[in-house]
């Protein structure tokens, strides 16, 4: 199983104490944000109204992006080249039928498919074709969930506006009491805070989160694809391992180098 990348969320968790410690250096109370009304209308609503631009049968997959969203696997060069140069080796001793046995025993299933392909006798144009069309359908997947998060960050502080418009509502029918204006007032401006603030330390960051993981699983399938075509050419190991470093950042190889 995969490593999961939780960075996002320790920066996240960063951010909310600092906004805390903040309002206690400014002599304000942090309870002063867990006011139900504001809670619902803008975690609620934002949450609606993202779900509102996808089709019905996306809605079923909210619960995987929520997961995923602070969480996403972690992707591991190395040890996919590791993989295809031991593959290579195998191929280049004892021919690709070989591969077979060993394509049962990864747990990867964009590179078993590939595998099983190549001992199966599919041209390679063929191999190419099909697994750049899984990698294009993964892309529009991932789009769509980085999407949904992107629109509730543009939708939040909207309804953190209207909350306030509301709250701001019910002080004005109250002006016959003057001591409630201040809490009043105070509370209807806690539903712009929430709806600024979820926009920009949860809803933006794990939608760019979620792009920049789906740019590295992209980049590590091309790379999964290139060593497979590689091993099917019958490329010697070492020839397959420089064709793959490529796609490593040359700070990445230095350092595995030392």
């Known amino acids: 199983m995969k490593k999961l990348d939780r960075f996002t969320a320790m920066c996240i968790g960063g951010a909310l104490v600092a906004?805390?410690?903040?309002?206690?250096?400014d002599g304000a109370s942090p309870a002063a944000l867990l006011?139900?009304?504001?809670?619902i209308l803008v975690f609620g609503g934002t949450i609606a109204v993202g779900a509102a631009g996808l089709m019905k049968k996306d809605v079923k997959s909210i619960k995987q992006i929520f997961k995923l969203a602070?969480?996403?696997?972690?992707?591991?060069p190395a040890e996919d080249i590791a993989r295809l140069v031991n593959l290579a080796d195998v191929a280049r001793r004892d021919g690709l039928l070989a591969l077979e046995q060993a394509a049962g025993e990864i747990d990867d299933p964009f590179l078993a498919k590939g595998i099983q392909m190549t001992v199966d006798g599919v041209d390679s144009d063929e191999i190419e074709e099909i697994l750049e069309t899984e990698i294009a359908a993964m892309k529009e997947r991932h789009k769509a969930g980085a999407k949904f998060f992107a629109d509730m960050g543009g939708y939040a502080p909207t309804l953190g506006i209207i909350g306030?418009?509301?709250?701001?509502?019910?002080?004005?029918?109250?002006?016959?009491?003057?001591n409630a204006l201040g809490p009043a007032i105070g509370s209807a401006f806690t539903a712009t805070l929430w709806g600024v603030m979820s926009a920009n330390l949860f809803w933006l960051p794990i939608s760019n989160k979620l792009k920049r993981a789906s740019e590295l699983e992209v980049s590590s399938k091309r790379m999964i694809l290139a060593g497979l075509l590689a091993v099917q050419a019958g490329s010697t190991p070492r020839m397959v391992a420089t064709r793959l470093q490529a796609y490593r950042a040359a700070s990445e190889r230095a350092d595995e180098a030392a």
């Open 164 to 178: 306030t418009v509301i709250g701001l509502i019910h002080v004005l029918g109250n002006l016959s009491n003057p």
């Open 19 to 25: 906004v805390v410690l903040s309002m206690i250096m």
């Open 70 to 76: 602070l969480g996403v696997p972690e992707t591991d």
């Open 35 to 39: 006011k139900p009304a504001p809670l």
